[in-house]
Structures are given as structure tokens and as C-alpha cells.
């Protein structure tokens, strides 16, 4: 009885869920327009390959095979914010992207999404379609305060994240942030909650008016002219939780002061030459998805990850990968929560979910 009883009530929530899915969705789409073949959000994008290498600090943090030091291949692609696939990289307040891709031996593969903002302007599903509609109600000719002054006022966290968005000189020179927070678990059965950080080379930010005057596809023009010169690195991070710091609001981010692990080096070497035109291909992708092997990092390979359920976009909304012709499809990540067997509630910011074709 029990049973059938759990089962109703995870009916219940998958379909609420679903409905939350599509009220996005479609207010993605009354704010940008329709663009087929595009994603939803973070539209225009470009991508390259590479490696990662795992510092001995990362195996000592995580049992996890993507941090046992051998060289893993990464495709990674860099973004801009929005649904408008012909958005000039240097709009304003537009927080950049960047998705890894990590080809594990076996045929596994690891997703890691981050986004170049200190912390996400919301803190669940709800109050980002709050936000996405509160947008889509505020045209340039709307009586003040708009709904969106409005949402902006009794949500402090929206403009203060957007805030802390900056247009960087390159994809290369900008840092990115995994918002949410993955648990590492060592060999010794040890669980530690993280954020991460992927920290570039040297960081170099425009001012507005730099970056107004740049052509509108500067980022995605210079990275593979870039990456032809010389390989492009970044070098993954992890910022430590102390005791009581909150793992489950992706809105509020964790005091300067906590300490930062180096968990590796990504190099990038390879631009990818249809990248560009890559969204074109592919369809939009709404589904349910089994976290299982492919979030293992996070809780080192462990059993409770191999049954974990990821939202994203609070949605379980999905990005794919078409690895073979690396072209990517789908729809932004946006907040993710996990709920992992055995443990308390946490969340984690990561696609889990590829397809080859």
C-alpha cells in the first residue's frame, strides 16, 4: 500500500514538474520569439576540444575516476545568454556560458555546466518563471514600475547576480562558476559539499563602452584563432562548504573566504569548425533522465548517485550534445536540484544527458 501510495505521489510531482517544464519554455518564447533549431536560451554559442588532467589534491577530495589523473578528452562549448541566436557578445549584463563534456574510457561521459556569474538570481523553478514572466510583461513602453521593477524589488538576488556579469576580452580570459553544489566523496567514505570554479589563465574584463564598440561575434571569432596560436587553459577549481553553509539555494553564494581546491587542468587545442552553425541542427529536447553513472563524479562513483534524479532548469530541461558532428541542442540549463538516495537534498548544476548521431 505503501508503495502504490509513493508511486502516486511521484506521479503527482513528475507531472507538476512537467507543467512548470512548459510554462518556461513558453515564456521563452513569447520573450524571444521562435527560432527553430535553436535553443531555447543561450542561443549562440561556439565550441572546442581538449583534455582535463586531475591534480593528486582532486583524487584526494573525490574517489571519482574523472579525477584519477589520466588525461580525459573534453569537448566544451562557451555561450552567450538568451534565446536570440544573432545577440552581440558584448550586450550588456549578458552572463557568458560554459558546458564540459568529459569522454571517460568506456564509452561514460561527465557534464559540467557553469555560468560567469558569482551566484544564479533565483533560487528555485518557480520564482524563474516568476522572472521569465515578469520579463515578458515588461515592454519598453510599460507604465512604471514595471512587473519586472517589481520582481526586482522584492527579489534583491535577481539584480545583484546580473550584476556581477561582465563582458570579458575572450571566452578564454572570463571566470565561470558551477552555482550549485555537487558532495565529493573520498576513499575513505568522506563527503565534502563543493562548488566549482573554472578559472582562466588571466581574467580580463571590457568596460561598457569597450565592449559596445566591439563587432558583434568578437567572442566567437576570436577563440579559434586563439586556440590556433596556442592552446587555451583553465584550470578547474573547488570551492570547500564549511559547516553550515547551505547547499540546496543556488541565489546564495558561499563567504570569499571558504577554501579553493585545484582540481585539475582543461586545456583546450582543438576549435571546432561548424560550431557556429551546430545550433541549426538540432531540436529542441524536453525529457526524463536517470542521472545514473553520468553524475558519479559527484558522489565518487558511489550508489547513490548511480539512483539519483536531477531537475534542470528545476525541470529536468536537458542540453544535448551531438558528439559525432559536435553539434549542440536544446535547452539552457538553468537551476538544477538533485535529490541523492541516502543523503540530505542537494543540487547540482550539470547536463546529464547525450545523445550520438
Not at 571566452?171 to 573520498?186: K, L, M, P
Not at 561575434?217 to 579559434?224: A, I, M, S
Not at 539555494?249 to 579553493?260: C, T
Amino acid at each position: 500500500m505503501f508503495k502504490d501510495k509513493s508511486l502516486l505521489t511521484s506521479a503527482a510531482a513528475s507531472a507538476d514538474d512537467a507543467s512548470l517544464t512548459t510554462q518556461i519554455v513558453d515564456t521563452f518564447y513569447k520573450i524571444y520569439g521562435t527560432h527553430p533549431g535553436f535553443r531555447v536560451n543561450h542561443a549562440k554559442g561556439v565550441v572546442a576540444e581538449g583534455s582535463f588532467v586531475a591534480t593528486p589534491a582532486a583524487s584526494a577530495l573525490s574517489r571519482a575516476a574523472l579525477f584519477d589523473g589520466s588525461s580525459i578528452r573534453v569537448t566544451v562549448r562557451f555561450s552567450n545568454d538568451g534565446g536570440l541566436p544573432s545577440v552581440p557578445d558584448g550586450a550588456p549584463s549578458n552572463p557568458k556560458g560554459m558546458a564540459i563534456k568529459f569522454h571517460m574510457p568506456g564509452g561514460a561521459e561527465v557534464d559540467i555546466v557553469l555560468l560567469a556569474v558569482k551566484f544564479f538570481p533565483v533560487a528555485s523553478g518557480e520564482e524563474f518563471r516568476d522572472l521569465l514572466v515578469a520579463i515578458s510583461e515588461s515592454p519598453t513602453d510599460a507604465p512604471k514600475p514595471t512587473k519586472l521593477d517589481q520582481f526586482a524589488a522584492s527579489h534583491p538576488t535577481f539584480p545583484a547576480a546580473f550584476a556581477t556579469a561582465t563582458t570579458p576580452d575572450s571566452f578564454a580570459d572570463e571566470e565561470y562558476r558551477g552555482i550549485d553544489a555537487f558532495v565529493f566523496v573520498d576513499k575513505a567514505g568522506h563527503r565534502q559539499a563543493v562548488r566549482y570554479i573554472m578559472a582562466p589563465e588571466k581574467l580580463v574584463h571590457l568596460t561598457a563602452d569597450e565592449a559596445a564598440r566591439k563587432p558583434p561575434d568578437f567572442l566567437v571569432d576570436d577563440l579559434p584563432r586563439r586556440i590556433a596560436k596556442r592552446p587555451v587553459v583553465f584550470h578547474l577549481k573547488a570551492q570547500l562548504a564549511a559547516a553550515g553553509d547551505q547547499t540546496r539555494d543556488p541565489s546564495q553564494p558561499w563567504p570569499d573566504n571558504r577554501q579553493v581546491v585545484d582540481l585539475g587542468v582543461l586545456t583546450l587545442d582543438k576549435p571546432v569548425a561548424d560550431s557556429l552553425e551546430g545550433p541549426r541542427a538540432g531540436i529542441e529536447v524536453l525529457q526524463w533522465a536517470r542521472v545514473s553513472r553520468r553524475a558519479a563524479h559527484a558522489e565518487g562513483s558511489s550508489p547513490a548517485a548511480a539512483s539519483a534524479w536531477a531537475w534542470h532548469g528545476s525541470l529536468r530541461i536537458f542540453e544535448e550534445a551531438c558528439t559525432s558532428c559536435h553539434r549542440w541542442t536544446g535547452v539552457s540549463l538553468l537551476t538544477s536540484y538533485a535529490t541523492l538516495t541516502g543523503s540530505r537534498q542537494s543540487t547540482i548544476k550539470t547536463p546529464l544527458t547525450s545523445r550520438r548521431s
